[in-house]
């Protein structure tokens, strides 16, 4: 069963830009846990990023560009959260079969992907990764469907900067 709740009343009809807070939402990460956003904002920097579906070229090497990178992240006290549509099981047997060492955060129907008003692209999910401080607020954002593997190297610069 797929657990999804939306805070707050503020309305996303455009994309979260650099300076807005994020929404506050509770998704199941990929052991079916509850995962809520608000027990993480105020502790650490985040690294929030969509990608469109488990298990596809572009978004596996992301998603090793991240685990391949998680000391560097580490090392500014970041966690890194994955969102995409894909349900709780897809995401445990991506997180497995590449020994991801992050958050994935099942997101059905895309409601929270909507929330951030991440853009589609020709009709796929987009790919955007959100640098948020501890405070909650975007400090930065990149939005590439292409450039996968440089969705980590715009996040470490954007945590290092915030040094």
Known sequence: MAILQLFGSRSYSQEIKVGDKVPNFT????????FSIDT????????IYFYP?????????EACSFRDAYESFNQYGAKVIGISGDNVKSHQQ????????FTLLSDPGNKVRKL???????MIPGRVTYIVDKNGVVVHTFNS??????HVEESLAALKKMQ
């Not at 998704?27 to 509850?34: A, H, I, P, V």
């Not at 993480?40 to 690294?47: E, T």
């Open 27 to 34: 998704l199941q990460d990929q052991e079916g846990k509850s």
């Open 40 to 47: 993480v904002i105020g502790k650490y920097p985040l690294v």
């Open 53 to 61: 579906k488990d298990e596809t070229s572009g978004c596996t090497k």
């Open 94 to 101: 991506f997180a497995s079969h590449h020994q991801l060492n």
């Open 116 to 122: 951030f008003g991440v853009p589609k692209t020709m």
């Open 145 to 150: 469907m292409t450039k996968a593997d440089q």
